[in-house]
Every structure is written in structure tokens, then in C-alpha cells.
């Protein structure tokens, strides 16, 4: 059936991976189990001020482990001038960029900005999820996509669990309906909380995001989130729609 | 469906179709439940596989279910689903190994 086909070609990406840096051999099981469970792709978040060693050490687990892998940057600035500062010293060291809201003025500002890929907020402090109305229609006029972490649903346990469910609920339906893209991750410490792409699918039935969106959330979604960032971060980008296609050699 | 169980415990079947059970109801009740309509088909312990077969409409709730489990017997395991489909023949065709 051609349904099915097309979903057997999809690459699945789980952009929110975090894996111990100062433990490579338990970096290294979960990016292996992360390929076993049929990901293409990793995003992997670093401190601002990584070393080029601990990339390239990245680098070759994934390669090892026949995955992608893209740099990312969790930010959690406390005012909106800090969370500037921060996109103009780093938008350009790093693949994706996360804000993780803490306040409604930064998630306002985090919203409108076009170098902010991914918009974050609490799993346990649920008054400071500021993704409303109002939010997605800033969203959807920039390049931010909503970012929902799946182990946090495995973590909790009832009532805790419930009411995140109640946000997530309100706040996927919202996305949908503003045609913000939503971004699904694992946000995943450690193995025993990592799933498969079609399962983490399945759990996002408990708060009836549709099938259809889930998968598009597990894989389009984050790719091309990484594509248009590895564009935009390659020697040959100009502007928007303006790349270099070849350069003359001087005679 | 194909289950294989990821924990370090030896676990017989009926402790594996408990803890599916038990998150199957802890997460849509006896009614959700009652329509998952579950079933163990066939064991493989060695290998830790199981089978189980449930109503193809609750499909993606038994599917989340088990990706809920988080410890069978208060010990920490996880259960992944290795492949789904609609006759033990297309299963074992899929899976391979079942």
C-alpha cells in the first residue's frame, strides 16, 4: 500500500538527545541505541562554550553508529536583552537553537525571533508554559517550531502527569490551528527512557495530536529545521534564496 | 503485535501481559481497557519476545501503553514493539526472528 511505503522512507530524527558529554561510553550506548531504533538523525545539545574535541568525539560515535548528527544549544535567558546577546554571540556556532522560556516577555521575544528554531517551556512548573494564542501567532510568522518532550510523559506519574497531558493537549491543538510546526523529542537522559520514532507516535495520542501530525513532528519537521540552519551555515549562503552555485578560480 | 522486553530480570509471560494490562488501565481505564480487548498469542522467554494481539482500533492506545512502561515487578524495564501487523504470518515475516 503506498501509505505504508511512504512511511517505511521516512527519516525520523530525535532532536533532543541529551546525552552525558563527560561520559562517553554512556554517550556512545544511547546514540547506538538511538540508530537501533531507527533514527536518522540526533540532535545533541552542548554548552555554549563547547570544546572542538568534544564535537568531533560526538562526530565519531554517530558516524560509528550510522546516524546524523546535529550541534544544539539549549539557551535559558532570564530577560529578553540576554537572550539577544546570546543569539548574536552563538546563532552562528551551532545547527539548532533551543530557548527555554522562563518568563512571558522571553517567550514573546524568543517567538518573533527568526534565529530561534525551537521554543521550549517547564514540564513541571506548568504556569510558566506561555505557549497561548498569542505566542503561536508570533510563532508562525517566524521560523520557531514548539518543542515536545516525550520522556518527561514516562517520567511523571498521575496527577503530575495528568495536568501536563491537560497543557499539552491545549497547547498541540493550538499549534495546529496557528500552523506552527511542532517538533517531537525525546528530551531523553538516559536509554531506558528512549523509545522508537513510531512509539513516541503513539504516545502523542494522549494529548490527540493526530497520527499524520505526530510522524510529520518526528521527521519533516526537524529536518527541515536542520537543512535550512545547514544552508544558512554553509560558506555558499548569501541571503534568503541567494547562494553561491561556483566560484572562478583567479587565472 | 511483536513485544521484546529490555530489562535484567527473568520475567515469564503472564508477568509481561500484567504489566501491559496494568498500563493499559492506568492510562485510558476499564473502559479503554475493556475495548483493547488483550491477548498473549505466543511466547519466545529466551529471547524475552512476546506476542500479543489486541483490537486493531485501540491500535495506537495499546501502543502508547507499552511505551509507558517504565518497570515491570518495581524494577526498571522497557518493553519496545518490534513490529505490528495484522496475521502471525505478515508478523513473523516483518520480525524475522519471532
Not at chain 1, 530525535?14 to 554517550?27: G, I, Q
Not at chain 1, 560526538?58 to 529578553?80: G, Q
Not at chain 1, 506561555?130 to 501567532?137: I, V
Amino acid at each position: 500500500m503506498p501509505r505504508n511505503r511512504d512511511d517505511n522512507m521516512k527519516r525520523f530524527a530525535d532532536l533532543h538527545l541529551r546525552v552525558p558529554l563527560e561520559d562517553p561510553s554512556k554517550a556512545e550506548s544511547m546514540i547506538q541505541k538511538a540508530s537501533e531504533l531507527g533514527y536518522n538523525l540526533v540532535g545533541i545539545p552542548l554548552p555554549p562554550h563547547h570544546t572542538r574535541e568534544e564535537i568531533s568525539q560526538l562526530r565519531h560515535i554517530c558516524s560509528e553508529a550510522k546516524v546524523d548528527f546535529a550541534t544544539r544549544v539549549n539557551f535559558s535567558p532570564r530577560t529578553p536583552n540576554e537572550l539577544l546577546q546570546s543569539l548574536r554571540r552563538f546563532r552562528r556556532k551551532f545547527e539548532i537553537v533551543a530557548v527555554r522560556c522562563h518568563t512571558k516577555d522571553v517567550a514573546r521575544q524568543a517567538a518573533k525571533d527568526r534565529r530561534v528554531d525551537i521554543l521550549q517551556f517547564s514540564v513541571t512548573n506548568l504556569r510558566k508554559r506561555f505557549f497561548d494564542e498569542a505566542e503561536a501567532e508570533l510563532a508562525s510568522q517566524a521560523l520557531s517550531s514548539l518543542e515536545i518532550e516525550l520522556a518527561p510523559i514516562l517520567q511523571l506519574t498521575s496527577f503530575s502527569r495528568v495536568r501536563l497531558l491537560s497543557s499539552l493537549r491545549r497547547e498541540a491543538a493550538t499549534a495546529e490551528r496557528a500552523k506552527v510546526p511542532i517538533t517531537l523529542s525525546s528530551g531523553a537522559t538516559d536509554e531506558h527512557f528512549m523509545r522508537g520514532p513510531r512509539d513516541y507516535a503513539a504516545l502523542t495520542t494522549l494529548f490527540d495530536l493526530p497520527m499524520s501530525s505526530a510522524l510529520r513532528a518526528l521527521s519533516e519537521t526537524p529536518w527541515v529545521t536542520v537543512e535550512r540552519n545547514r544552508k544558512k551555515l554553509s560558506a555558499d549562503y548569501v541571503a534568503p534564496g541567494i547562494h553561491v552555485v561556483g566560484r572562478k578560480t583567479g587565472d | 503485535m511483536a513485544l521484546e522486553v529490555v530489562n535484567e530480570q527473568t520475567l515469564n509471560e503472564q508477568t509481561v501481559m500484567d504489566a501491559v494490562q496494568a498500563s493499559v488501565h492506568r492510562l485510558f481505564g476499564e473502559y479503554g481497557a475493556s475495548k483493547a480487548n488483550l491477548k498473549l498469542t505466543k511466547t519466545l522467554p529466551e529471547k524475552r519476545q512476546f506476542v500479543i494481539r489486541c483490537s486493531h482500533k485501540a491500535l495506537e492506545q495499546v501502543r502508547a501503553a507499552i511505551a509507558s512502561t517504565t518497570a515491570i515487578n518495581g524494577k526498571n524495564a522497557t518493553i519496545q514493539v518490534l513490529g505490528v501487523s495484522g496475521t502471525l504470518k505478515a508478523l513473523s515475516k516483518k520480525t524475522r526472528n519471532i
